[in-house]
């Protein structure tokens, strides 16, 4: 079981993972399909995986736009023979706000008590991310607002950086690329602003 704290970072990340697998995925994949599409803690390409698709979960504190750190130039290649999505949360640090990373996670695992299966895959996922109740005291500690969240399609003119981006290849050398890209302008490629638009597509 992991006994380290997670960094404030991996929190938010792991906190907007919660997010989109609680609001949009489970009221409209069912208990048993929204846990199993869980796949970044595995170490998979890209955060929620199922047939034909996937999303890649993208969450920002910035106050100078939507800005999203993306790490490497196949983080945001489509799956083979499907499309790619990514779902985009802005978060405030709030003493207000009831959101933090426990009540997500408890809640979650109160939604999914009905199925023990499911309890355990999601169990064993967060363990994988790095997360334990042991700090669940500590983790309280950072309350966050939802800002905004929605969902976009990844196509051509999406801003990113893959392999493509570069005729000759990756320079010699290159050993990894990290980026940031600012979806501020970008509302022509937002597809759902609610889970509820995007019924179909999570189902």
Do not use: C
């Amino acid at each position: 079981m992991p006994r380290s704290l997670l960094s404030r970072s991996d929190q938010i990340g792991l906190f907007g993972e919660l997010w989109f697998l609680r609001v949009w995925l489970l009221p409209h994949a069912g208990l048993a399909a929204a846990v199993d599409r869980w796949r970044g803690p595995t170490g998979s390409r890209h955060d929620f995986e199922w047939s034909g698709r996937s999303v890649e979960v993208k969450a920002t504190t910035s106050t100078r736009g939507t800005i999203h750190r993306i790490n490497g130039a196949d983080q945001l290649l489509p799956p083979e023979g499907g499309d790619l999505h990514l779902f985009s949360i802005r978060l405030r640090e709030d003493a207000g706000s009831s959101n933090t990373l426990p009540r997500l996670v408890q809640a979650i695992s109160q939604q999914l008590g009905t199925d023990p299966d499911a309890v355990d895959r999601f169990e064993t996922m967060l363990n994988r991310a790095g997360y334990t109740p042991l700090h669940a005291e500590e983790y309280e500690k950072l309350q966050l607002r939802v800002v905004e969240d929605g969902l976009y399609t990844v196509r051509e003119d999406f801003p990113r950086i893959v392999t493509a981006s570069f005729p000759g290849g990756v320079p010699a050398g290159v050993e990894a690329i990290e980026y940031e890209i600012n979806l501020s302008g970008f509302d022509h490629l937002r597809i759902a602003r609610s889970p509820d638009q995007a019924a179909t597509l999570l189902r």
